[in-house]
T-cell receptor, first 112, second 115 residues
Framework: NAGVTQTPKFRVLKTGQSMTLLCAQD?????MYWYRQDPGMGLRLIHY???????AKGEVPDGYNVSRLKKQNFLLGLESAAPSQTSVYFC???????????FGNGTRLTVT | AQSVTQLDSQVPVFEEAPVELRCNYS??????LFWYVQYPNQGLQLLLK??????LVKGINGFEAEFNKSQTSFHLRKPSVHISDTAEYFC?????????????FGKGTTLSVSS
C-alpha cells in the first residue's frame, strides 16, 4: 500500500526500552489512527488525530504517546516498553467517517 | 459510544458452499458500516461499506452485506466461496454525525475454506 508507510516492519525490545513507530501518508488525509491487533481481540484504537497538531485518546491509550507535528506523519511512542505491548501495530488514515480507512502493512513488535 | 459484535470467531466451510458472517452493532446515533478483510501477514483492505440508501451493498470478490436497522445487523454473505477467501474478516462502525470519528472494529471472524 504505497499510500501509508509504516517503519519499522519488525522490532524486538527489552522491557523498559523506548521506541517510536513512524507512520507516513501521502494521501493528504486529515485523519490518522494507530491501532493494535492482538489475537482474538480485533483492532483496538490507541490514539488518533483529526488534523495537524491534534491528538486524542482511543480505547487503549495507556503506555503510549503520539505526536502529529506534520500533516503527513503520525508518530507512536512507547516510553517504557512492557511485554503487554507485544502486538502488531497498524496505522490508518482516511478523509472522514464516511470514507474507508487506508492501512499500512503493520509493525510487529515483540517486548521481552 | 458505539460497539461491534461479531458473533462467530471461526467459520469453517467447504469450497463452493455459501457463507454468512454475522455482525451486530450498537449505537445511539446513525452509523456507517464497513467490512474489511485481512489476508495473512497483510494489512486490512475494504470489502464493502454502507453509508446510506439501499440496504443491500455489494463489494469486491462477490461479497455482499445487508444493513438491517431494526436488528442492528450488517451480515456479510457470499453465495459460493473459494479457497482464496480464507482470511480474517472484520466488521467496523463509525458514527455518521462526527466527521473525525474513528472506526470501532469487531474482534474478527476467521473464515477457513477447505476443499
Amino acid at each position: 500500500n504505497a499510500g501509508v508507510t509504516q517503519t519499522p516492519k519488525f522490532r524486538v525490545l527489552k522491557t523498559g526500552q523506548s521506541m517510536t513507530l513512524l507512520c507516513a501518508q501521502d494521501m493528504n488525509h486529515e485523519y490518522m489512527y494507530w491501532y493494535r491487533q492482538d489475537p482474538g481481540m480485533g483492532l483496538r484504537l490507541i490514539h488518533y488525530s483529526v488534523g495537524e497538531g491534534t491528538t486524542a485518546k482511543g480505547e487503549v491509550p495507556d503506555g503510549y504517546n503520539v505526536s502529529r507535528l506534520k500533516k503527513q506523519n503520525f508518530l507512536l511512542g512507547l516510553e517504557s516498553a512492557a511485554p503487554s505491548q507485544t502486538s502488531v501495530y497498524f496505522c490508518a488514515t482516511h478523509q472522514g467517517s464516511n470514507s474507508p480507512l487506508h492501512f499500512g502493512n503493520g509493525t510487529r513488535l515483540t517486548v521481552t | 459510544a458505539q460497539s461491534v459484535t461479531q458473533l462467530d470467531s471461526q467459520v469453517p466451510v467447504f469450497e463452493e458452499a455459501p457463507v454468512e458472517l454475522r455482525c451486530n452493532y450498537s449505537s445511539s446515533v446513525s452509523v456507517y458500516l464497513f467490512w474489511y478483510v485481512q489476508y495473512p501477514n497483510q494489512g486490512l483492505q475494504l470489502l464493502l461499506k454502507y453509508l446510506s440508501g439501499s440496504t443491500l451493498v455489494k463489494g469486491i470478490n462477490g461479497f455482499e452485506a445487508e444493513f438491517n436497522k431494526s436488528q442492528t445487523s450488517f451480515h456479510l454473505r457470499k453465495p459460493s466461496v473459494h479457497i482464496s477467501d480464507t482470511a480474517e474478516y472484520f466488521c467496523a462502525v463509525s458514527e455518521s454525525n462526527q466527521a473525525g470519528t474513528a472506526l470501532i472494529f469487531g474482534k474478527g471472524t476467521t473464515l477457513s475454506v477447505s476443499s
